[in-house]
């Protein structure tokens, strides 16, 4: 059996007791999914008239499908814009001229600290006041997820940065490149494979941020469907939050497929002596720099910044 840095290899009777709280878990999981279903039962929620308007087509097609088309929307819009804001300001905070770097510093901090759903309210009640009457629903929501989780990658970069080899930037510089041509060429190709693991971990946080639109009477499935679509089929309230959780998990299984087949396939292309990294706040934990990289031994350690 392997071994990592972090425990050592059970034993038999380590081996046995792993076995055995397995089992009990799985047994205490059962037994609240159970329960869960007996208490849905004793109050009727499985009767079949309470789940037949989602054996419609035109439930979907009026209610879930549009909810849905709005989730996408501004879920693809953030995502673009939050990866161009944290590119931009990940790389002013790694710059060399303070005048550059501490505002970066400071608008990072300023929207990683402010809550996402005040950010969506402070835009959505501003922004007739600076643009006139109109609908700014999806404005506000954009712009929120964008600058909460474009900050978030702005911290995802600069690590992705740092967790390259101090080796790689000298050798790039003993050759006669520029800086902007060190962070281009050597630094941004390797730290893209670190940071991938972070990004799409934040970008299925921003998919599920979405539903804060919920709030501003944005037309999300949230909204079309757990709040519109009950309002409509009396009774429907608990089988529409379960239709609408499983097409959230839906969407975030496939969006995390889609991101390890890409990791896997910039792992294959790409040699980088960097090691995966962890969202800032996140409790993942990534050793073994270079594993499954071709390259050998631990990434020198960097001087404190």
């Given amino acids: ?31 609240v999914l159970y329960g869960i279903y007996r208490g849905f039962d004793a109050k009727g929620q499985w009767e079949g008239k309470i789940w037949q308007p989602f054996l419609q087509w035109e439930t979907w097609e009026v209610y879930i499908f ?5 989730t996408l929307q501004a879920a693809v819009v953030a ?30 901090e300023v929207f990683r600290a402010i809550p996402l759903l005040l950010l969506i309210f402070f835009i959505f009640y501003l922004a007739p006041a600076v643009a006139g009457s109109g609908d700014y629903t999806f404005m506000a929501v954009v712009i ?9 990658l702005a911290e995802v970069v600069r ?20 800086k902007n041509q060190v962070m281009r060429l050597v630094l941004l190709p390797q730290a893209v494979t670190a940071m991938m693991p972070a990004i799409v971990s934040q970008l299925v946080v921003l998919l599920k941020d979405t539903a804060l639109g919920y709030i501003i ?37 496939a969006l995390s497929f889609l991101a390890t087949w890409l990791e896997r396939r910039s792992r294959r292309s790409r040699k ?3 090691a995966p990294i962890a969202a800032p706040g996140s409790a ?5 720099a270079g594993e499954g990289t071709g390259d050998a031994g631990p990434a020198p350690d960097r001087p404190a910044e």
């Fill in 144 to 152: 929120g997820l964008m600058l909460y989780n474009g900050s978030v």
């Fill in 272 to 274: 980088t002596a960097a």
């Fill in 159 to 178: 690590a992705g940065v740092h967790a390259v080899p101090r080796g790689q930037s000298e050798a790039a510089f003993a050759v006669g490149m520029r």
């Fill in 79 to 108: 995502s673009v814009l939050a990866l161009l804001f944290g590119a931009v300001f990940g790389l002013a905070r790694l710059s060399d001229h303070t005048w550059i770097r501490v505002p970066a510093g400071v608008v990072v």
């Fill in 1 to 31: 059996m392997t071994t990592t840095v972090l425990f050592d290899a059970p034993g038999p009777r380590a081996r046995t007791r792993n076995g055995v709280l397995t089992v009990i878990s799985v047994v205490a999981v059962a037994a």
């Fill in 217 to 253: 009477a944005y037309v999300d499935l949230l909204n079309t469907g757990f709040k519109i679509l009950p309002a409509v089929f009396f009774g429907s309230l608990i089988p529409a939050a379960i239709v609408i959780g499983i097409i959230y998990v839906a969407l975030n299984m």
């Fill in 66 to 70: 549009p909810g849905l088309l709005g």
């Fill in 284 to 288: 993942e934990v990534s050793v073994g």
